[in-house]
């Protein structure tokens, strides 16, 4: 034989007894990949902490409050506890305009003042509707050299007897909330997508998700500003700025935070809500989507890139992280946070260390079953009204949950699904659906 037929029977030889050799399998348990795309918790997140899972919430007493003006991370503006039926029905629907669309999306929340309630769709147009259902003027806010639906976004607050408006044209605005009468503009020069926040003489919000605003309430005249890098990786939807007596604390879409004093604008400090789900692509947005929220001496605030973080208001410095991120501002209360994750969790956290107490899931993707990922569904929330934990989503649907216990005690139908965050006031829980209509429950 050939030396050359030798060694081709011999590397044959080899080849083949390598096909033969047994596959090596790893010990461990089998994850599926897609785990968290459909709720799984990702290996990196802390396991919630049973033996604090039955310290009683201490509810604050319920309030008979008349109004909602703002969003809920100053604490002068906060509705801690509002009174609400344990199971309240729908008694009527408005329609206040544009709803959710392919390209368009509403992003206000309602606010409650004076009888009226206040809602901005998805196209630029703001409406005040009575509280028994009526609609009393309605105001089109798009700019004469622009069309309808060329721009989304925005939020509204209510102080100082106006209503302000921001806008995904690049408009700040005050209205009359009687007539609906502008009462004057500034122009931000870029998109206005968050809320303002009323405080004093002075409103404040971020516009182009890297620049915080002070204006006056009379005039709309520029006090004072701060900037921070941009960044193009944002989640619809600015924070809402924070303010106390002293600070005003700003939030920015590539994760920085500005302590700054509230009247000259002197900035203190600057923080960074850092980090990210090692696991998820779509931690790679490190937009902040969880307003700061003002509690005592702290100041919590979560990022879309799965971090909650709470830091030291006078110095910015850090105290916690927990690695959870949230999608609506944390709500405080008796040492708890609770808040709706960024895996479509509703968490109640300890809020001394960041330890999760408990989480429960909430749906997450519309189809679950397809090969492809699907729509994920939205929860906004939750606030507490009526003892109860409440959380309002785009799949139809109120939830209602205990505090201390995590667990469902009702949901209740929603037109259409929710679009925002609910809001209570006179005894009424208000939310706007995706079809562009204004519920109300009592």
Not at 165 to 192: N, R, Y
Not at 206 to 226: C, K, M, N, P, S
């Amino acid at each position: 034989m050939k030396r050359s037929s030798i060694i081709l029977a011999v590397s044959a030889a080899a080849v083949l007894a390598g096909c033969s050799e047994r596959e090596s399998i790893l010990p461990g348990k089998r994850e599926d990949p897609r785990a968290i795309l459909s709720g799984g918790v990702p290996v990196e997140d802390l396991a919630a902490d049973v033996s604090r899972a039955a310290t009683q919430v201490r509810l604050p007493k319920m309030v008979q409050n008349a109004n909602w003006t703002q969003r809920f991370g100053s604490p002068n503006n906060r509705v801690s506890h509002a009174s609400l039926a344990a199971a309240p029905q729908l008694v009527w629907s408005a329609d206040i305009g544009t709803g959710d669309g392919r390209r368009n999306r509403i992003t206000a929340e309602p606010v409650v003042a004076d009888g009226r309630v206040f809602t901005l769709d998805a196209e630029a147009r703001v409406s005040a509707t009575s509280t028994a259902g009526t609609t009393l003027w309605s105001r089109d806010l798009t700019p004469a050299r622009d069309s309808s639906g060329e721009a989304t976004g925005g939020g509204l607050a209510y102080g100082a007897d106006k209503v302000f408006v921001t806008s995904g044209f690049g408009l700040f605005t005050a209205l009359d909330p009687a007539t609906g009468e502008v009462l004057w503009q500034q122009d931000i020069g870029s998109t206005g997508s968050g809320a303002p926040t009323v405080y004093g003489d002075l409103v404040y919000l971020v516009g182009g998700d890297d620049t915080g605003w002070a204006l006056e309430v009379d005039t709309g005249r520029i006090r004072w500003q701060t900037t921070q890098a941009s960044d193009v990786n944002n989640v619809l939807g600015a924070p809402a700025p924070a303010v106390n007596d002293k600070f005003t604390i700003f939030a920015f879409g590539d994760g920085a935070l500005h302590g700054t004093f509230r009247n000259g604008g002197l900035r203190l400090w600057t923080a960074y809500v850092s980090g990210q789900r090692r696991s998820d692509a779509l931690a790679k947005v490190n937009d902040i989507t969880a307003d700061p929220v003002i509690d005592g001496s702290k100041v919590y605030v979560g990022s879309h890139a799965g971090r909650i973080l709470a830091l030291d208001i006078d110095t910015g410095d850090r105290l916690w992280t927990a690695r959870e991120g949230a999608i609506s501002p944390v709500l405080p209360l008796s040492g708890s946070l609770f808040a709706v994750s960024d895996h479509n969790e509703l968490l109640r956290i300890d809020a001394r260390d960041g330890v999760t107490i408990w989480a429960k899931k909430l749906p997450n993707l519309l189809k679950p079953k397809q090969r492809k990922a699907s729509e994920v569904y939205a929860h906004h929330g939750p606030i507490l009204a009526g003892g109860q934990l409440i959380v309002a989503s785009n799949d139809g649907f109120l939830r209602f949950f205990d505090p201390t216990s995590g667990e469902m005690t009702r949901q209740l139908e929603v037109p259409g699904g929710a679009t925002t965050a609910p809001v209570v006031a006179g005894g009424t829980l208000y939310v706007v659906g995706t079809k562009g209509q204004l519920h109300a429950f009592r």
